[in-house]
């Protein structure tokens, strides 16, 4: 592991290079990019080599000499930490342009800083091999992000957003403490070693809370509500580290912790699909009825969580009914989908960043024909949604594919098994149509037709390095998409370390699939190239000329007779109405000369609704009368560190 810690240092001294250098803003930003970058690609050597030779390393160091923080990389921990230090990789390059505002060199050298630290720590909370570790870097990780939210700080609702992520990382937080401690009470050790002597009865309710604390750092229903307030205030790069990878480490952390158990009880697995299904659904639904581009694409990574979740559920349902075939498809297809999202999500949070960048806004009503000017942004864009979709022959295909396959094989079982499969198949669709309509919407409203406002008009895209992330990513996207071998065969490798008693899993039964993948692709680019040749040959004579659309009747069309994205979306949301309530404002129009007047419309998540007063006012009360602690007497301080020591003097 001395790859390992030399890469997570490397990426440590690209933050504290920005950090000293701040007055000094271009060498500021080039140092962080640099040292980031190197890392990254160093960490990323690393842990493929571990996934391919499917061997494990391990190290610990005493601290405090009462502890010790132990690390451990198997084949899991390296897919993971795989899919971390490449899109952190991307992400650092698209940083460089992005953050050049020389106005605010402070701001960006801190935003630099925690930036590398929250890479740092997603890095250890996947190899962390025992309590101790896992938390404190689960810490560390959650606080560097909340000031990556908060870094536009001089805003109200990024202060909001800040704070509601505080509340429900801290919260999920505390569930997986309580899951921790059932750990110690059974085994009296603070490893994961003993872990799968706990009763039965101790398991499952350590599940449960471990699925619900890790849950809400994935951004699983109901447990999303900070999500679409926090990737939103957060700039860009940040959104896509945050949404791409940041909320994996839920996922890994489920997984993880479903393998310590080894527990094959199939309520397991009934429960991630349920909430794979709930999530999937809901999360498309309200990224329907959303008109700030990147709230839009944070309630779509609820979606993609729903998906995985899918996946891990019927992997578990086939463990339970000992149908090896389903398990490691359901498996492998949420780890494949782990990756493929990591990228197309990056490169659509990467393009939106774009977008706002160059307009200044985040309204999608405000947008509009952005195609013509901003040729390389819309290009990737399309290659993002068309493989957030799931369409062939682009990534997001490959991965719900697999998913697919693992529910088809739970066809052949009986009763509840089979009827969750059914239910995870359905679920696939639903959320697959939907996701399509979604993105022909933003494509639509955001890149298509002409500006709606003078922030869309005459706008071009600038940022070398930014292009160059957002070309990478779209490469990626279109080469696993063609070629998914390779990349399927690391989520195998993945999935060996899951303890399912298959140890090495066997790749020939696989290639076949992989193969038809990549036959089918190959007949898509065929036929496309083809059509576009055949359309080139035919146009080669034919004069080209300029002009506007037909204006249905009217003599003077104006943009704003164009698609909202409401009018666009608004019968695929009233149909989940319950779920997702539309509220109106719009003054009745009255006289015979009526004066102007106006439309709004707005999608409420129910979730959020619930929780405010189940969840985020008590809390919020709670702190409020707690706020004595806090008064600025340093004496005060040192007492209350004495205090906990004393206090500690009688457990140790």
């Given at each position: 592991?001395?790859?390992?810690?030399?890469?997570?240092?490397?990426?440590?001294?690209?933050?504290?290079?920005?950090?000293?250098?701040?007055?000094?803003?271009?060498?500021?930003?080039?140092?962080?990019?640099?040292?980031?970058?190197?890392?990254?690609?160093?960490?990323?050597?690393?842990?493929?080599?571990?996934?391919?030779?499917?061997?494990?390393?391990?190290?610990?160091?005493?601290?405090?000499?009462?502890?010790?923080?132990?690390?451990?990389?198997?084949?899991?921990?390296?897919?993971?930490?795989?899919?971390?230090?490449?899109?952190?990789?991307?992400?650092?390059?698209?940083?460089?342009?992005?953050?050049?505002?020389?106005?605010?060199?402070?701001?960006?050298?801190?935003?630099?800083?925690?930036?590398?630290?929250?890479?740092?720590?997603?890095?250890?909370?996947?190899?962390?091999?025992?309590?101790?570790?896992?938390?404190?870097?689960?810490?560390?990780?959650?606080?560097?992000?909340?000031?990556?939210?908060?870094?536009?700080?001089?805003?109200?609702?990024?202060?909001?957003?800040?704070?509601?992520?505080?509340?429900?990382?801290?919260?999920?937080?505390?569930?997986?403490?309580?899951?921790?401690?059932?750990?110690?009470?059974?085994?009296?050790?603070?490893?994961?070693?003993?872990?799968?002597?706990?009763?039965?009865?101790?398991?499952?309710?350590?599940?449960?809370?471990?699925?619900?604390?890790?849950?809400?750092?994935?951004?699983?229903?109901?447990?999303?509500?900070?999500?679409?307030?926090?990737?939103?205030?957060?700039?860009?790069?940040?959104?896509?580290?945050?949404?791409?990878?940041?909320?994996?480490?839920?996922?890994?952390?489920?997984?993880?912790?479903?393998?310590?158990?080894?527990?094959?009880?199939?309520?397991?697995?009934?429960?991630?699909?349920?909430?794979?299904?709930?999530?999937?659904?809901?999360?498309?639904?309200y990224a329907l009825g959303q008109t700030d581009i990147k709230r839009l694409l944070a309630y779509s990574s609820v979606e993609n969580i729903g998906i995985i979740l899918i996946g891990m559920g019927l992997g578990m349902v086939g463990v339970a009914s000992r149908?090896?075939?389903?398990?490691?498809?359901?498996?492998?297809?949420?780890?494949?989908?782990?990756?493929?999202?990591?990228?197309?999500?990056?490169?659509?949070?990467?393009?939106?960043?774009?977008?706002?960048?160059?307009?200044?806004?985040?309204?999608?009503?405000?947008?509009?024909?952005?195609?013509?000017?901003?040729?390389?942004?819309?290009?990737?864009?399309?290659?993002?949604?068309?493989?957030?979709?799931?369409?062939?022959?682009?990534?997001?295909?490959?991965?719900?594919?697999?998913?697919?396959?693992?529910?088809?094989?739970?066809?052949?079982?009986?009763?509840?098994?089979?009827?969750?499969?059914?239910?995870?198949?359905?679920?696939?669709?639903?959320?697959?149509?939907?996701?399509?309509?979604?993105?022909?919407?933003?494509?639509?409203?955001?890149?298509?037709?002409?500006?709606?406002?003078?922030?869309?008009?005459?706008?071009?895209?600038?940022?070398?390095?930014?292009?160059?992330?957002?070309?990478?990513?779209?490469?990626?996207?279109?080469?696993?998409?063609?070629?998914?071998?390779?990349?399927?065969?690391?989520?195998?490798?993945?999935?060996?370390?899951?303890?399912?008693?298959?140890?090495?899993?066997?790749?020939?039964?696989?290639?076949?699939?992989?193969?038809?993948?990549?036959?089918?692709?190959?007949?898509?680019?065929?036929?496309?190239?083809?059509?576009?040749g055949l359309r080139s040959w035919f146009y080669r004579a034919k004069p080209i000329s300029r002009s506007g659309t037909w204006g249905c009747g009217f003599t003077r069309p104006t943009p704003k007779m164009q698609y909202t994205g409401a009018s666009y979306a608004?019968?695929?949301?009233?149909?989940?109405?319950?779920?997702?309530?539309?509220?109106?404002?719009?003054?009745?129009?009255?006289?015979?000369?009526?004066?102007?007047?106006?439309?709004?419309?707005?999608?409420?998540?129910?979730?959020?609704?619930?929780?405010?007063?189940?969840?985020?006012?008590?809390?919020?009360?709670?702190?409020?009368?707690?706020?004595?602690?806090?008064?600025?007497?340093?004496?005060?301080?040192?007492?209350?560190?004495?205090?906990?020591?004393?206090?500690?003097?009688?457990?140790?």
């Amino acid at each position: 592991m001395s790859h390992f810690f030399a890469a997570i240092s490397l990426i440590l001294a690209g933050g504290l290079v920005s950090l000293v250098s701040a007055r000094h803003h271009l060498f500021s930003r080039a140092g962080a990019t640099l040292l980031i970058s190197a890392g990254c690609v160093w960490g990323l050597a690393a842990a493929v080599t571990t996934l391919m030779g499917s061997v494990t390393h391990s190290v610990s160091f005493q601290y405090l000499n009462l502890f010790f923080l132990a690390f451990e990389m198997d084949t899991l921990s390296a897919f993971f930490l795989a899919v971390i230090f490449l899109v952190c990789l991307m992400a650092a390059v698209y940083s460089f342009h992005y953050t050049q505002d020389a106005a605010a060199p402070v701001k960006t050298a801190v935003t630099a800083f925690f930036f590398s630290i929250l890479v740092v720590s997603m890095a250890l909370v996947v190899t962390a091999a025992n309590i101790i570790t896992f938390m404190l870097s689960w810490e560390i990780m959650s606080l560097s992000s909340f000031f990556l939210v908060i870094h536009d700080y001089r805003k109200k609702e990024n202060r909001y957003a800040g704070y509601l992520y505080f509340v429900f990382s801290h919260v999920g937080a505390m569930f997986i403490f309580a899951g921790f401690g059932i750990f110690y009470k059974y085994t009296g050790s603070f490893g994961f070693t003993d872990v799968h002597t706990l009763t039965e009865g101790a398991k499952i309710l350590a599940f449960v809370l471990f699925f619900i604390g890790f849950g809400s750092k994935a951004g699983v229903f109901p447990f999303h509500v900070w999500l679409p307030h926090a990737h939103p205030a957060a700039p860009s790069h940040i959104s896509a580290v945050m949404s791409g990878v940041m909320i994996k480490t839920g996922i890994y952390g489920i997984l993880r912790i479903y393998s310590l158990l080894e527990l094959p009880a199939p309520a397991f697995g009934y429960l991630v699909v349920a909430a794979g299904v709930v999530s999937g659904i809901l999360g498309v639904v309200y990224a329907l009825g959303q008109t700030d581009i990147k709230r839009l694409l944070a309630y779509s990574s609820v979606e993609n969580i729903g998906i995985i979740l899918i996946g891990m559920g019927l992997g578990m349902v086939g463990v339970a009914s000992r149908n090896p075939v389903m398990a490691v498809l359901g498996f492998s297809g949420a780890l494949f989908h782990v990756l493929n999202h990591a990228l197309f999500k990056s490169l659509l949070f990467m393009g939106a960043g774009m977008v706002v960048h160059q307009t200044g806004t985040r309204s999608m009503d405000a947008l509009g024909g952005l195609l013509k000017s901003m040729k390389i942004t819309g290009f990737a864009f399309i290659i993002g949604s068309l493989a957030i979709c799931g369409l062939p022959p682009f990534n997001g295909f490959a991965g719900e594919f697999v998913v697919y396959l693992g529910g088809f094989q739970g066809i052949a079982l009986d009763k509840i098994p089979f009827a969750v499969s059914v239910a995870a198949i359905i679920g696939l669709a639903v959320i697959g149509g939907l996701a399509l309509a979604c993105f022909t919407r933003v494509l639509g409203i955001v890149f298509q037709g002409e500006p709606r406002t003078e922030a869309a008009r005459n706008r071009t895209e600038s940022g070398t390095t930014m292009l160059w992330a957002m070309g990478g990513l779209g490469t990626a996207c279109v080469i696993i998409g063609v070629f998914p071998g390779w990349f399927f065969n690391l989520s195998l490798s993945a999935v060996s370390a899951l303890n399912l008693g298959y140890a090495r899993i066997p790749l020939a039964p696989f290639a076949q699939i992989t193969g038809h993948i990549t036959l089918g692709a190959f007949v898509i680019v065929v036929l496309v190239l083809g059509m576009a040749g055949l359309r080139s040959w035919f146009y080669r004579a034919k004069p080209i000329s300029r002009s506007g659309t037909w204006g249905c009747g009217f003599t003077r069309p104006t943009p704003k007779m164009q698609y909202t994205g409401a009018s666009y979306a608004f019968e695929m949301v009233r149909f989940f109405r319950p779920a997702a309530p539309i509220e109106e404002q719009h003054p009745p129009v009255a006289g015979r000369f009526p004066a102007s007047t106006r439309y709004e419309s707005r999608v409420h998540d129910i979730a959020e609704r619930c929780m405010a007063p189940g969840v985020i006012r008590p809390v919020q009360f709670l702190f409020d009368r707690l706020r004595w602690i806090q008064h600025g007497d340093i004496h005060l301080y040192i007492g209350y560190i004495l205090l906990a020591i004393v206090l500690l003097l009688f457990f140790i």
